[in-house]
T-cell receptor
Framework: AQTVTQSQPEMSVQEAETVTLSCTYD???????LFWYKQPPSRQMILVIR??????QNATENRFSVNFQKAAKSFSLKISDSQLGDAAMYFC????????????FGKGTSLLVTP | SQTIHQWPATLVQPVGSPLSLECTVE??????LYWYRQAAGRGLQLLFY??????ISSEVPQNLSASRPQDRQFILSSKKLLLSDSGFYLC?????????????FGPGTRLTVL
């Protein structure tokens, strides 16, 4: 089974500081995709960043970057220079190879950003 | 550009009543379509997915059903709602399916069954 685990139900960061959200996954596949989605209070899921497993280089998108450790099956998200608008639920997700390439989601991490 | 719509945004229904939630995608053709449910305090659970018109696959057996009458329209239905059907329903699309595709989500429907 392809499972996704987010061990931090809640995290807090001060504005302008850096925070790292953890995610581990389990799969027997060698090629796959991983994603981080953000869900603000509006509850719409917004793509933050994605990583292709065959690429060794960690993905970056402006202030967001990942630390992808394939052997350890770890996929953490780093948010630099945190802003108040970053406050949201963050979900780690794994793209399945079955079920029409649907996503398996972790349970999420609630990020609080304090002034 | 592509956009995805869902309606209604909010719905309050009594137990035993029928349900119809609609999702439409604009700006693309032959998308893969997905229905997810998010219960309170939980992650997202895949309910149905569709790789083409009339092709529906169910992930979890329940009293819900889905249909795809048109290429870019995906409908979630129920004949009789249960209390446990309450939650936030999200529709998503991806362009072709496969490892390379990112899923994009609609704004969601908040369903409360009383």
């Amino acid at each position: 089974a392809q499972t996704v685990t987010q061990s931090q139900p809640e995290m807090s960061v001060q504005e302008a500081e850096t925070v790292t959200l953890s995610c581990t996954y389990d799969t027997s596949e060698s090629d796959y995709y991983l994603f981080w989605y953000k869900q603000p209070p509006s509850r719409q899921m917004i793509l933050v960043i994605r990583q292709e497993a065959y690429k060794q280089q960690n993905a970056t998108e402006n202030r967001f970057s990942v630390n992808f450790q394939k052997a350890a099956k770890s996929f953490s998200l780093k948010i630099s220079d945190s802003q108040l608008g970053d406050a949201a639920m963050y979900f780690c997700a794994f793209l399945r190879s079955n079920s029409g390439y649907a996503l398996n989601f972790g349970k999420g991490t609630s990020l609080l950003v304090t002034p | 550009s592509q956009t995805i719509h869902q309606w209604p945004a909010t719905l309050v229904q009594p137990v035993g009543s029928p349900l119809s939630l609609e999702c439409t995608v604009e700006g693309t053709s032959n998308p893969n379509l997905y229905w997810y449910r998010q219960a309170a305090g939980r992650g997202l659970q895949l309910l149905f997915y569709s790789v083409g018109i009339g092709q529906i696959s169910s992930e979890v057996p329940q009293n819900l059903s889905a249909s795809r009458p048109q290429d870019r329209q995906f409908i979630l239905s129920s004949k009789k709602l249960l209390l446990s059907d309450s939650g936030f329903y999200l529709c998503a699309w991806s362009s072709t399916g496969g490892y390379a595709d990112t899923q994009y989500f609609g704004p969601g429907t908040r369903l409360t069954v009383l």
